[in-house]
T-cell receptor, first 112, second 118 residues
Framework: QKEVEQNSGPLSVPEGAIASLNCTYS??????FFWYRQYSGKSPELIMF????GDKEDGRFTAQLNKASQYVSLLIRDSQPSDSATYLC????????????FGGGTRLMVKP | GAVVSQHPSRVICKSGTSVKIECRSL??????MFWYRQFPKQSLMLMAT?????????EQGVEKDKFLINHASLTLSTLTVTSAHPEDSSFYIC??????????????FGDGTRLSIL
């Protein structure tokens, strides 16, 4: 079992819809969770991070964390074609220091 | 603005050449930096953890004599791909975390280096 799992997609949503991206992790002691967006040929850029159970909102993005179920999700409201990218979930374990463990990424396609 | 600077952004060279990639943290000191490799349509693969003033920690399957890492200062780590071959062609990305501030500061990535070996 991979430590951080994501559906590779592609996830296709129409413009204006809500895109829901999910991520599960195996290390129950994980403390910090991050979502990165990566456009083709570019390096990842941070979208959000969350470390407490519940929701965290930033503009059109909402991160949701459920430590009991060991999943973290990212909701993108009013999806735009420019949101089309690969979204990487990353987890920092309890004893990982600075190191992050990345999921394989979910490719999102927003169709006009 | 960018908090991690990576240079060069693109390298094209002949087989057998050694290539050095630099990763700099801007405005903060990074005792630890990370080097990743990404092949087309695949996810990031952690190659090694660069530790300032000590030896790098390599992930399983990564040849330390092939991928030399030097972290001689708190703001600079270098990755040298020695005697590069076509199979080393990939996208190399570094990252670092600003240790100041909140405990859950994220890692910031450099812009990556696209290495093409002919």
């Amino acid at each position: 079992q991979k430590e951080v799992e994501q559906n590779s997609g592609p996830l296709s949503v129409p413009e204006g819809a809500i895109a829901s991206l999910n991520c599960t992790y195996s290390d129950r002691g994980s403390q910090s969770f991050f979502w990165y967006r990566q456009y083709s040929g570019k390096s990842p850029e941070l979208i959000m991070f969350i470390y407490s159970n519940g929701d965290k909102e930033d503009g059109r993005f909402t991160a949701q964390l459920n430590k009991a179920s060991q999943y973290v999700s990212l909701l993108i409201r009013d999806s735009q074609p420019s949101d089309s990218a690969t979204y990487l979930c990353a987890v920092r374990g309890k004893n990982a220091g600075n190191m992050l463990t990345f999921g394989g990424g979910t490719r999102l396609m927003v169709k006009p | 603005g960018a908090v991690v600077s990576q240079h060069p952004s693109r390298v094209i060279c002949k087989s057998g050449t050694s290539v050095k990639i630099e990763c700099r943290s801007l405005d903060f000191q990074a005792t630890t930096m990370f080097w990743y490799r990404q092949f087309p349509k695949q996810s990031l693969m952690l190659m090694a953890t660069s530790n300032e003033g000590s030896k790098a920690t390599y992930e399983q399957g990564v040849e330390k004599d092939k991928f030399l890492i030097n972290h001689a200062s708190l703001t600079l780590s270098t990755l040298t791909v020695t005697s590069a071959h076509p199979e080393d062609s990939s996208f190399y990305i570094c990252s670092a975390r600003d240790p100041r501030g909140a405990r859950d500061q994220p890692q910031h990535f450099g812009d990556g280096t696209r290495l093409s070996i002919l």
